[in-house]
């Protein structure tokens, strides 16, 4: 016999992420349990009838749903400001499935270039294959997404900011266009988290999200998740994802809701950090240039700002000379760590023209800006003074 708290009295945001949707058990544990099993039993076979027909509410199968995992859908779709979640193995199986659950062969998606390597896989060359229709444009520019628009136009899909250049698309004029055009909107709002955009608010259909980045943001578990209204979840998603099956683990899933309890600080102090140092790279000799939302000089800084309550803990700079001194620079780095994740409480650094957007043809590197002396660094929470100083001493050694 378990009880589910749902705490329905609570009133604001950071209450409800941290103690809302509450299952406890009978041996009034102070942290949440985990439910880590695959299956749940039934005391008759009347009663399991009864639960797979509908008719009588209980877990049946992890695949389907799960306790632990049920409080974090809840606690995200609260810092989301999104209706209702499913959560998902990994970003990736979010973006996948997010595409795949409502499309058919025939379909039509518009997707912005601007995309992470598997973001673009999946689109360019793995939903292609099983008849949908794609078409790429910049999606910075709102004219291009609707010279695009055919008959049989379903979904659009885009990054804001993009990874790594840190490009911004207008979420509320791209939702409005596509309501317009009865299309929905997916976003990818990995880089900037729940806690700095909520693209729902502008109108955005379907957003997804890696769990492995800001949410846990402590290097330890993969995850994703899927954001919609609950008549999406219900009657496209659901049918969808408890049938192909790329579940969340109920151990990761405890993870990443006790992330959850902490995101909303973590990503403040990164962002005011990530803002020290990009003001620090800005003026250093051996940089050419540093892309950052929420910089002066960044192309679409009022709409970054209309749309993200920061600029977020994700930068990228073009270091002078090639490939050659941008490995320099990362190999001289002693206390910054080479690694392709992102979002973490350390500050990490990778070469993306080799790593995460290998995938991606030459020519489609450099239509995104993604040249051989880019880096990107997601910047943590250790002090500024030691990140400078890393970032400083790496530069100078090239
Ligand atoms: C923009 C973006 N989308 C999706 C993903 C995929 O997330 P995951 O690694 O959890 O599958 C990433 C990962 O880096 C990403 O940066």
Redesign the pocket.
Known sequence: MWVTMLKSSLKGKNSKIIRGALNKTQFREQSESLFLTSGFTYQTAEQAEAIFKGDETGFQYTRYANPTIDTFEKRMAVIDGSESCFATA??????FASLMCQLKAGDHVVSATA??G??REVIKNIITRYGIEVSFVDGKNIDNWEKEIKSNTKTFFF?TP??PCLEIVDIEAVCKLAKKNNVKVVV?N??ASPVLQNPSKFGADII?Y????HIDGQGRT???AILSSEKFREDTLKPFLRHTGPCISPFNAWVLSKGLETVGLRVIEQSKTAEKVVEFLSKHNEIELVNYPFKKNHPQYDLAKKQQKMGGNVLSFYIKGKKKEAFKFLNNLKMIDIC???GDTKSLAIHPATT?HRVLTYEERNNQNIHENLVRLSVGLEDFEDIKNDLDQALIAI
Not at 210 to 213: L, Q
């Open positions: 990994s970003g990736m199986a979010a973006v995309l992470f598997s973001c990054e993009s990874n990818d990995i880089l997804v890696s769990g492995t980045k993969m995850g994703g392709n994740n992102l995460t």
